[in-house]
């Protein structure tokens, strides 16, 4: 079986990992760091607001069980593309939505469903997401991995 990786950005990656985690076709997830400048980052690090890294979740899916549209139709169901660095109660640049793409294809279906939604008239604000091409995935600390899973919640509370 072939997989491929899908990379978002969504806000605090606990809720948005399990949400990924529970969909048919993904076989893994990973929370983690991209998009910043220093090398190996901590959650210390990240929370200063001083690397430029996002929290995201690394999906491995089969693309044969799910589509990469169908993860983005998730991604923007999940969380508010149009707040700047922010989710809910979370604020800063590790919180902007974002998807890192892997591949040219993922490239464009990610700017298509972007325009899409933006179309679509569903938001009264502009959509935000940054489309970037995939960096280093840091993975973040053993703790954060499957965080909610482990004290058996399937969202955060807000």
Request: hydrophobic letters at 30%; glycine letters at 8%; proline letters at 6%.
């Amino acid at each position: 079986m072939t997989t491929e990786k899908a990379t978002f950005g969504a806000g605090c990656f606990w809720g948005v990992e399990e949400t990924f985690r529970a969909l048919p076709g993904v076989k893994s997830t990973a929370v983690g760091y991209a998009g910043g400048t220093k090398e190996n980052p901590s959650y210390e690090d990240v929370c200063s607001d001083e690397t430029g890294h996002a929290e995201v979740v690394e999906v491995e899916f089969d693309p044969q069980a799910t589509d990469y549209t169908k993860l983005l139709d998730v991604f923007w169901a999940n969380h508010n593309p149009t707040t700047p660095n922010r989710q809910g109660p979370d604020v800063g640049t590790q919180y902007r939505s974002v998807i890192f793409y892997h591949s040219p294809g993922q490239k464009a279906q990610a700017e298509a469903s972007k325009a899409a939604l933006e179309k679509s008239g569903k938001h009264s604000r502009p959509i935000v997401t940054q489309i970037e091409s995939a960096p280093k995935f840091w993975r973040a600390e053993e703790y954060h991995q499957k965080y909610l899973q482990k004290r058996g919640q399937t969202h955060c509370a807000i």
